[in-house]
């Protein structure tokens, strides 16, 4: 999987081993997270204070993933130009 990672130019994923391992790979990874995220990655922001590389995108309700995904596809069209 790490070998996968490295050659992606960036990673999107949910929480679970990927956001680990892309971070500790210093890759860049957006990771979605629910109101109520694991306490490793803090109650807010959209840094990560493990992995730099990280940038978090957070649910504001819970199961409102629409607003989640929103947000990246916005950042994605930003990205692409």
């Given at each position: 999987v790490a070998a996968a990672i490295s050659q992606l130019d960036f990673v999107i994923t949910c929480d679970g081993l990927i956001p680990h391992l892309a971070g500790a790979l210093g890759k860049e990874c957006w990771l979605l997270l629910p109101v109520f995220a694991d306490w490793r990655w803090g109650r807010r922001g959209t840094a990560c204070p493990f992995y730099p590389s990280l940038r978090l995108f957070r649910a504001e309700r819970t199961?409102?993933?629409?607003?989640v995904v929103a947000d990246v596809a916005a950042e994605l069209r930003e990205r692409t130009g």
């Open positions: 199961g409102d993933w629409a607003s």
